[in-house]
């Protein structure tokens, strides 16, 4: 009779430790499931993220990546992005951040993944950044313009947010109309006072180096007046810029 009990005892006691040891199955669903891994590599030019897709749900997955900000729970809409395209089934991802990494600031980071139908986030990981890159101005267009003009700077490391990014002519802060990480389309500032002034973007406190703008100005060329109610009014005016 106990030979029997402890027979069926251990029976049962072998089956749990064969079922604890198998791997763990991901449930289907229509959707993708990832994990963001911890940072690594965290330098005073940037950090590593990294992540993995467990499962990528019943369609092909249209883009995965990374989103970072200074507030928890980052969206695409509202943070940083690195967006690194299709991919192919399951497995690890990871990108290393260059730009728009503030020294000594603590940052949310959230991997995500899309299909035709859904946007997945996984879990938030938090570090402390040590600082990164500045960034980089490569052209101007058009490379002169009027005060009030909108011009479009070109370049690398931009921020997707407008108060992450300041742009500069010498000393006078520049309005951003519309931006992303290699574009900032911006508006020249009223009250420069030279006309090649050094342009500057500072991205996350870390500067440009910079870079000249001509500043011209209107030229009147040819002015004809029309008599209206005994009034001499200027009728068409010929000029440049």
Not at 25 to 50: D, H, M
Not at 114 to 119: A, G, I, Q, V
Not at 184 to 189: E, F, G, R, S, V
Request: hydrophobic fraction near 35%; glycine fraction near 8%.
């Amino acid at each position: 009779m106990h030979q029997k009990f402890y027979n069926s005892f251990l029976f049962i006691l072998i089956t749990i430790l064969l079922s604890g040891c198998q791997e763990e199955k991901v449930s289907p669903r229509e959707y993708p499931r990832l994990t963001t891994l911890e940072v690594t590599n965290i330098t005073r030019s940037g950090a590593v993220f990294q992540a993995e897709v467990i499962y990528p749900g019943d369609g092909p997955i249209t883009n995965h990546g990374f989103v970072w900000s200074d507030l928890s729970s980052p969206r695409l809409e509202f943070a940083d992005r690195k967006s690194l395209g299709a991919k192919s089934g399951k497995g690890a991802f990871s990108v290393r951040v260059t730009s728009t990494l503030q020294k000594g600031k603590k940052y949310y980071v959230r991997s995500y993944a899309t299909n035709s139908e859904y946007l997945v986030y996984g879990k938030e990981i938090t570090f402390e950044s040590q600082g990164s890159e500045p960034p980089v101005i490569t052209e101007f267009s058009p490379q002169s313009g009027t005060i009030g003009d909108t011009v479009v700077i070109k370049g690398l490391g931009f921020s997707y947010l407008k108060t992450v990014n300041e742009v500069k002519f010498d000393t006078i802060k520049a309005n951003i109309i519309a931006l992303s990480d290699e574009l900032l389309t911006i508006q020249i500032p009223h009250g420069l006072i030279s006309k090649s002034p050094k342009a500057y973007v500072s991205v996350a406190g870390n500067m440009s180096s910079e870079d000249g703008f001509e500043i011209t100005t209107p030229e009147i060329k040819d002015l004809k007046y029309s008599k209206i109610s005994g009034s001499m009014i200027p009728r068409l005016i010929n000029g440049l810029n």
